[in-house]
């Protein structure tokens, strides 16, 4: 007699190796940007930041581009439902909380490109500066770049929810949840 296996059926099919790519690149990609971003504000004033600078802008330019790719992979391909184990209010928030991920993903470098596009500076895309589509206004883009600051917060909160539910469903529920995400089972 074959043992029962511990994984639903429904959680077992994982995820298109695209969305897989996707997630875990844009993840890695992001925890660098917050990362950077904190360490940017420590030295802002000081000789060389610049670089760090237009590195962050280029490197949020790419996120930017992967985000819409995601998004528009994701309105394509809904994912499938979580196992019937899984009670409702957990389903609900993890609804919310993928809804709120994905408006910060596309929040947070939009009010980051729209205060640069404003600031004197403008944006260098790897060493190419980008045309100035926008009459630089200090107030203006500062006040995008506090948007940007607040949703950075934001999206770390929402990032630390995900991955504490990921390593719910690993390693205590059990479930196969996690393993719909990861890249080989």
Same mark, same amino acid.
């Given at each position: 007699?074959?043992?029962? $296996?511990?994984?639903?059926?429904? $959680?077992?099919?994982?995820?298109?190796?695209?969305?897989?790519?996707?997630?875990?690149?844009?993840?890695?990609?992001?925890?660098?940007?917050?990362?950077?971003?904190?360490?940017?504000?420590?030295?802002?004033?000081?000789?060389?930041?610049?670089?760090?600078?237009?590195?962050?802008?280029?490197?949020?330019?790419?996120?930017?581009?992967?985000?819409?790719?995601?998004?528009?992979?994701?309105?394509?391909?809904?994912?499938?439902?979580?196992?019937?184990?899984?009670?409702?209010?957990?389903?609900?928030?993890?609804?919310?909380?993928?809804?709120?991920?994905?408006?910060?993903?596309?929040?947070?470098?939009?009010?980051?490109?729209?205060? $640069?596009?404003? $600031?004197?500076?403008?944006?260098?895309?790897?060493?190419?500066?980008?045309?100035?589509?926008?009459?630089?206004?200090?107030?203006?883009?500062?006040?995008?770049?506090?948007?940007?600051?607040?949703?950075?917060?934001?999206?770390?909160?929402?990032?630390?929810?995900?991955?504490?539910?990921?390593?719910?469903?690993?390693?205590?529920?059990?479930?196969?949840?996690?393993?719909?995400?990861?890249?080989?089972?």
């Amino acid at each position: 007699m074959r043992a029962p $296996s511990s994984i639903p059926a429904i $959680s077992s099919k994982p995820y298109a190796p695209l969305a897989i790519l996707l997630h875990w690149t844009l993840a890695v990609l992001i925890i660098g940007m917050v990362a950077l971003g904190w360490y940017m504000l420590e030295i802002e004033d000081d000789p060389g930041s610049a670089w760090f600078f237009n590195l962050h802008k280029s490197i949020g330019l790419v996120i930017a581009g992967l985000v819409l790719l995601r998004l528009v992979w994701r309105l394509s391909h809904p994912p499938r439902p979580l196992p019937a184990s899984v009670p409702s209010w957990q389903v609900n928030a993890s609804r919310a909380t993928h809804g709120l991920l994905y408006a910060a993903m596309i929040a947070m470098p939009t009010f980051g490109i729209i205060g $640069s596009l404003l $600031s004197n500076k403008g944006i260098v895309f790897f060493g190419t500066a980008l045309p100035r589509v926008l009459d630089a206004n200090h107030d203006l883009a500062e006040t995008f770049f506090e948007a940007h600051s607040l949703t950075a917060w934001i999206l770390v909160v929402l990032v630390s929810l995900h991955v504490l539910a990921g390593l719910k469903h690993l390693v205590i529920d059990k479930d196969g949840v996690f393993q719909r995400m990861w890249f080989s089972r």
